[in-house]
């Protein structure tokens, strides 16, 4: 048998975004990332983002995901890619 993967919409923020915001103006990281912060699960580094779910770290080019049941994930800018398009792209 073969199976599709169901369609999922996410949130994502690109590492680099992340880090910059993180830096230089907090209140432009999303509210999730922000929240993961405070409650201990992701922390901040000079090029990098650690997850605490496991011992991720997400690098620049990296997108951090967050999923339908709230946990972030790392996934390459490929193949984020290859899994992901923008409800922007979608609509138009």
């Known amino acids: 048998q073969q199976f599709r993967k169901k369609p999922v919409t996410v949130e994502a923020v690109l ?13 432009d990281l999303p509210s999730w990332l922000s929240e993961a ?4 699960d992701v922390i901040f580094a ?3 983002v650690h997850l605490y779910r496991g011992t991720v770290v997400a690098e620049r080019g990296d997108w951090l995901v967050r999923d339908v049941d709230g946990s ?21």
């Open 72 to 92: 972030i994930g790392r996934c390459s800018g490929e193949a984020f890619a290859a899994t992901y398009v923008s409800s922007d792209q979608e609509r138009g």
């Open 15 to 27: 590492v680099t975004d992340a880090l910059r915001a993180a830096a230089r103006a907090w209140a």
């Open 46 to 48: 000079r090029d990098a």
């Open 37 to 40: 912060y405070e409650h201990g």
